[in-house]
């Protein structure tokens, strides 16, 4: 069962569209598996609908009607599928080269991104950058922990938003198991610790720079780049 | 202005039968607020508009996949004109990759609701119109620079005068304040 959601404003940011892009993979991978959030989402995309009919109507050229039954009548004489070629067809895990345990699916919305192979990052973590194909400067990447191993301290000078794909850690505040996404911020130092019954997968956004605590964490995050 | 019923009317009679009158009252309707709700978020003028013809090309092509069960007209709109904005801004800012927000998978993957959620869905947009009636001036400016504006905390912090590390918690009063109202009921 799923715990922990993102609040009512990070949705509405998603309905809007408003979020930095690895904010937006992060969350939207726990929208499309969290039958709550989904609802919710449709409701503040209704916000967003209301808000529509609510606008000032601008003032459009007074052609622009049947400008647009040209183009209508234009793409109708050309193929109706000439839209977006290339965009079904393409396997959707292409590009995703780190594996995944037996069973787990990669979250539909990292399709067309693409990450590295699992790194090593110390004894029993790996991890693995993730490159979205529109923002390559979006800091986002794929934790691998093994059970009982925990992450070293750290705290945020910005957003940090989690969601677990696998697994579950204990973070000293609560618990978080496969479904649950979390948001952190500068106000929050933790040492996220998986549980002993097996590895934890977890897909993380990083806006700002991680500050881990002790001279060997620190190395660490200069290695993943945070 | 056309009810949320008309409206739907409307997309069925272009979805099966290339009814142009009827396009051409939807595009009068959503036309000139999706250019609005565009140059809001910083699109040009000229490129506003034309993203507005194009939403509405995508409402003549898309009509038979509109489900009333599932949102109401000016919410599918909304959603087609979002995706044309993200779409287009993620193009500009990278040439290499033109597909952004995938218009119909989060839709396509969902089981379709049953024919009577149709009356659920209509009633539930009526209490979101209602709500966001009751919201203060302070937190209604929120809500549309939180849909609308391109930099939506930059722009509430410069609106409302107020620094930029509140205007997050700002945004959460203003979210729960509207949950209230959607959850309450109306007396």
């Given amino acids: ?226 | 202005m056309p009810t949320s019923e008309e409206l739907s009317e409307l997309v069925r009679a272009v979805a099966t039968g290339g009814d142009r009158q009827a396009f051409a009252v939807l595009f009068k309707h959503f036309a000139p607020r999706v250019a609005t709700y565009l140059a809001r978020g910083g699109t040009p003028a000229a490129t506003a508009e034309e993203l507005a013809q194009e939403t509405l090309v995508a409402v003549w092509r898309k009509a038979a996949s509109f489900d009333a069960a599932r949102a109401g007209v000016s919410t599918w709109v909304f959603t087609i004109a979002r995706n044309l904005r993200i779409d287009r801004h993620r193009r500009d800012g990278d040439a290499d990759h033109p597909e952004a927000l995938d218009d119909e998978g989060d839709d396509a993957a969902d089981p379709a609701p049953a024919p009577d959620e149709r009356l659920a869905t209509l009633e539930r947009e009526r209490r979101i119109r209602a709500a966001l009636r009751r919201l203060p001036p302070e937190q209604s400016l929120i809500l549309q620079l939180s849909y609308f504006a391109e930099q939506p905390h930059a722009s509430i912090a410069r609106d409302l005068s107020i620094p930029l590390g509140t205007v997050k918690s700002r945004i959460r009063l203003a979210m729960q304040h509207l949950r209230r109202l959607i959850d309450a009921p109306e007396s």
């Fill in chain 1, 1 to 226: 069962m799923i715990r922990h959601h993102p609040d009512d404003a990070m949705l509405a940011a998603l309905a809007a569209a408003t979020l930095p892009r690895g904010q937006e993979v992060v969350t939207a991978a726990h929208v499309e598996r969290c039958a709550r959030c989904g609802a919710r989402l449709r409701e503040l995309e209704a916000v967003g609908g209301a808000l529509l009919e609510d606008a000032e109507p601008a003032l459009l050229a007074p052609e622009a009607l049947a400008r647009t039954l040209a183009r209508i009548d234009a793409s109708r004489a050309t193929s109706p599928t000439a839209c977006r070629p290339g965009v079904t067809a393409r396997d959707p895990s292409e590009g995703l080269q780190a594996s995944l345990p037996d069973g787990m699916t990669w979250p539909r919305s990292l399709h067309g991104a693409a990450t590295t192979r699992w790194r090593w990052l110390g004894p029993g973590m790996r991890w693995s950058r993730v490159t979205l194909a529109d923002d390559r400067a979006a800091n986002v990447f794929l934790l691998r922990i093994a059970a009982g191993k925990s992450l070293p301290v750290h705290s945020h000078r910005g957003i940090e938003l989690t969601q677990v794909l696998y697994g579950a850690f204990h973070d000293g505040r609560e618990r978080f198991a496969a479904g649950d996404f979390d948001e952190t911020d500068d106000t929050v130092r933790h040492q996220p610790v998986v549980e002993a019954g097996g590895e934890c997968i977890c897909l993380a956004s990083v806006e700002g720079r991680v500050a881990f605590d002790g001279r060997i964490a620190r190395v660490l995050g200069a290695l993943v780049g945070m």
